[in-house]
Every structure is written in C-alpha cells, then in structure tokens.
C-alpha cells in the first residue's frame, strides 16, 4: 500500500470518527425531544393508596431539573420552538405540585384536621408541618403568618391538634423537599416564559398576558405565523377537542373556549359580555401579532387597545340613558278668535250637547237623583232626564250627503225599481233609451188627455 492511500485511509477514519461524536447542538435537541416526550405522556399520580406510595414516586421533575435548566440557560434555541414544552412543563410542576399537597394533608389529616383550612398555600402548609415536627423555626418569620393567623393557628393547636398520633416524619419532610424543589422549577420557566414572551410580542403580552401569549405563540410556532392567522380561528386556539360534542356552549354562550377565553381580560366581565368580549379580543390580538411580527419594540399599542376595550365593555355594562320628557310648551295669552257665518254655526252643532245630555247634567235642588246601569255594570246618574221619553233627540249630528251623491243615489234606485218592473213583466231590462221613450210617451198621452178634457 502506497503512502497515498494509507493517508487516505487514516483521514476516512478521522472523518467517521468525527461524525461519530454528537454536536453540542444535536445533544441539547435530543434533550429537548426528551422533555417533551415527558410532557406527552405525563400522567400525575394517584393518592387512592397514598400511605404505601414513597413521595419520590409522585413526580419526576427534580430528576430532570438540570436538562431543564440547561434548556433555559441556553440562549441559541429557538424561543418560538421550545415555548410549548415550557408551557406544558409549567402545567405538569403545577399539577405535582397540587398533588405532593394533597399527599401531605392526607399523611397529617388525621393529627391535624384544621391545618389545611387555616393554610391553603401549598409552600406555607409544608413549612408549618417542619416547624411542628421538628421544633425548628418560627412561624411569623420562616412561613410568613400575619399575627392573625398566627394567632388562630395557636387556638386550633389547642383543640384539634392530637399529639398522641404518630406519623411518618421522613414521608413528609421529604414530600416538603420535593415541593419547594418543584415550586422552584416552575417559578424559573415561568419568569424565563415572562422575559422572552414580552421581547418577542409585547403587544400581544399587553393585550392578552404573557401566559396566553406564549400559548397562542408556541401553539402558532412564531409569531410570524400567529400574525397571518386570521382572527375568526384566533378563539378556537386551545380548545378542548374531547369536549366539542359534549358541552358545546356554557352560560356566557361562548363555543370556542380556547386560550384567549381563559385570559384575565375576559374572565373578569360578566357571563352575558363574555362573548362580545371574545370577539373583540380576537381582532385586536390579530392586529397586535402583525405589529409585533413588524419587529416592534414596545407595547404602547398593546395597552392602548387593552384601554379601549375595557372603555367599550364599561359602556356596555351603563344602564340605558333615561329619555327625558319634554314638557308642553306655555299657551300664548292671545284672545280667542271669533268665527261665525251658517256654516261655521252648523259645524259647531255636529258637537254641540243634546238636550239629554244637557239634562242630564243638572240636578234638581231638593229631590234624589235617580240612576241606571249601563252595560258594564256602572251606576250613571240621570240628573233631570227621568226617562228618554218626551225629549227630543238631535237630528244634525247625522251623516250628510253631497250633492252629487243624492244624484247617483237616486240613479241606483230608478235602476232598481226599473229591475224589478222588467221581473215582473218578464221582459229584459230596458235600456236608457227606452226609458227616455216611455217617459215622453207618458207626458204626451198626459196632455193629450188634458186637452182633450
């Protein structure tokens, strides 16, 4: 073999020996494909059988707490790419954290029933449990107890605290180790998703909250891409697929209830405006996303809109104006004006009280008024109209006929009589020009026999 080709030879093997040896690159994307293989198939604990459960079994993220960090402290990863496995890993410490919680109330329930009413938080709870079992501590400085609760929490010890029962010390002390543990990681992922969010959406972050925007963010894989999604598909964004044909709508009315459903902005209105409020969120984050796809850098539009909106929604929650009634203006003091002629005089007695009704009106001195019932059942008194009898009624408040219909009134009825004269006859109906020619036949036989008298 030439010296040739065994130095081929020696650098074919340097090249495969090379290509052998991962990328730094290559490893912190196999550690982000491992996260969020996790995050897929994640499935929190369950407590039905907690007193055989060890608590290192109840989560897994302080075992992967430094790949983790290694993903944050890394400035070269994409944002938009890795954002949904911070958000899903941001659920999963809150969901271990509710779970170690539920596991050490139902270790001390049974010592300390009222412990976890008087202390909700989480953090809280488990630091008093250390206090209480080991001695070590103080309760206003170490957990943060107001002088109220610190106080409450001495009178239920007096009561409800059983000092004879025993518990596993170890199993809660190290449940609260992997609670303050899981509480860190979830705080680190939650600031690095605040910092990074508000630099590549602050407008969208404004409007919405960084939460919801790096969920619509991840969920759009950029922000780019959230900017061309049109803002009738931006509710739909993280709805729960699963739910679709069971509950298609809730009180609000609200189909499509999605990530921006589940922002501050909407959830604090009423149950009647969420919808409205939806909507108007949709198109304003819609625009937000395209400003902040143009590289801007501050959120002045972002809070702008977020004022507008609230604006809208306190003017959709007023009560409707009362329209004020405008009052009749104030007659003019001018003297009455004075008509008269026949036919204004026949026109006032169209209105004019009959004399019944006149006599109706007045009362006799000294004598009771007698009084009949109308047909509803009212009592009407009749005054000095006794009775209808002997009282003339008005005849010019009828009906009146014009000219000329009398005339085409009197025509119906010459044709009518002229109708029935043909029945009885038998004959057809003569025409006017028949009628014309029996008239004048009649007033010719009529002088004629005058004459001849």
Request: overall charge neutral.
């Amino acid at each position: 073999m030439s010296e040739d080709e065994q130095d081929f030879l020696e650098d074919l093997e340097a090249d495969l020996e090379f290509s052998k040896v991962e990328t730094p690159d290559e490893h912190e994307q196999d550690e982000i494909r491992e996260l969020q293989l996790y995050a897929e198939n994640y499935q929190p604990v369950s407590l039905s059988n907690y007193k055989k459960l060890d608590p290192r079994s109840l989560t897994q993220l302080p075992l992967l707490e430094n790949k983790i960090c290694l993903m944050l402290s890394n400035g070269n990863n994409d944002i938009a790419a890795i954002l949904s496995v911070l958000n899903s890993l941001s659920f999963i410490a809150q969901t271990d954290t509710l779970v170690l919680h539920n596991f050490m109330k139902l270790l001390y329930r049974e010592k300390f029933n009222e412990l976890e009413t008087l202390i909700p938080s989480p953090l809280q709870y488990a630091a008093v449990i250390c206090i209480i079992e080991t001695g070590q501590g103080q309760l206003r400085e170490d957990v943060g107890l107001t002088k109220e609760q610190q106080m409450v929490f001495n009178m239920a010890m007096k009561t409800s605290f059983h000092d004879g029962f025993v518990v596993d010390k170890s199993k809660l002390l190290q449940a609260r180790d992997l609670l303050v543990n899981v509480s860190k990681i979830q705080s680190e992922i939650n600031s690095f998703i605040l910092s990074e969010v508000k630099t590549i959406a602050p407008n969208v972050c404004a409007l919405v909250g960084t939460q919801v925007g790096s969920l619509l963010i991840s969920h759009a894989g950029g922000i780019l891409e959230l900017s061309q999604i049109p803002s009738c598909n931006l509710a739909s964004i993280g709805k729960n697929k699963h739910l679709s044909h069971e509950l298609h709508t809730n009180l609000s009315g609200v189909r499509q209830e999605g990530h921006i459903y589940h922002c501050t902005l909407v959830q604090e209105q009423p149950m009647e405006i969420r919808k409205q409020m939806v909507r108007m969120i949709c198109a304003k984050v819609a625009l937000a996303a395209r400003v902040d796809a143009g590289k801007a850098k501050d959120d002045n539009l972002g809070a702008c809109w977020r004022e507008q909106l609230l604006q809208k929604v306190q003017k959709m929650q007023e009560p409707p104006d009362i329209t004020k009634t405008k009052p009749l203006p104030i007659p003019e003091e001018k003297p009455k004006k004075k008509r008269a002629g026949r036919k204004f005089r026949k026109y006032k007695q169209q209105f004019q009280l009959s004399r019944l009704r006149q006599l109706q009106n007045r009362m006799e001195f000294g004598k009771a008024e007698k009084s009949m019932l109308d047909g509803t059942g009212e009592e009407i008194g009749m005054g000095m109209a006794r009775s209808l009898q002997g009282v003339p009624m008005a005849t010019n408040n009828g009906a009146k006929m014009t000219k000329s219909m009398k005339r085409r009134v009197g025509e119906a009825n010459e044709q009518a009589k002229a109708y029935m004269l043909s029945l009885d006859e038998g004959k057809s109906i003569p025409t006017e020009k028949e009628n014309e020619e029996k008239i004048s036949a009649a007033r010719r036989s009529w002088y004629k026999h005058h004459m001849d008298g």
